[in-house]
């Protein structure tokens, strides 16, 4: 009888570390996150001032759409284009939209956009905020 106990608790003892070290692995992956993302943009580098002067000129040259206006809305329009050895846009599209023309104005601030030639073709989008 006592042997019986014996395994049983044997048993037990061992199921029950094999779980606990179970579950310490998966607690160790999840502090290998990758680094926050930066709120950065990568074409910034090729306008003349950086990413602070191509938002000023976009503020700037920005007409609020008037339906856009009269319904509130407002966020963030995304637009990607491609961006030429020369320095020169091609390839305009908006990525999100949200109605009201919004996306027609960001795609008219985009091809207004001046880059210096950064000797590559670039694939790159760039995130313009519509605010009340």
Do not use: W
């Not at 049983?8 to 999840?30: E, I, K, N």
């Not at 910034?44 to 206006?69: C, D, R, S, T, V």
């Not at 637009?79 to 996306?103: A, P």
């Amino acid at each position: 009888m006592k042997v019986k106990f014996f395994c049983f608790f044997s048993f037990l003892l061992l199921a029950g570390l094999s779980v606990s070290a179970q579950t310490a692995a998966p607690a160790a992956m999840v502090k290998l996150q990758s680094p926050p993302p930066t709120n950065k943009v990568p074409v910034a580098e090729f306008y003349e001032g950086g990413q602070q002067a191509l938002y000023e000129f976009i503020n700037k040259e920005m007409i609020y759409p008037p339906l856009a206006k009269r319904n509130r809305i407002a966020g963030q329009i995304i637009v990607s284009f491609v961006l030429n050895e020369d320095g020169s846009t091609s390839s305009h599209k908006i990525v999100k939209d949200l109605s009201g023309g919004l996306g027609a104005e960001a795609l008219r601030l985009v091809k207004l956009l001046k880059f210096k030639a950064p000797g590559y073709s670039l694939n790159t989008s760039v995130p313009i905020n519509f605010k009340l």
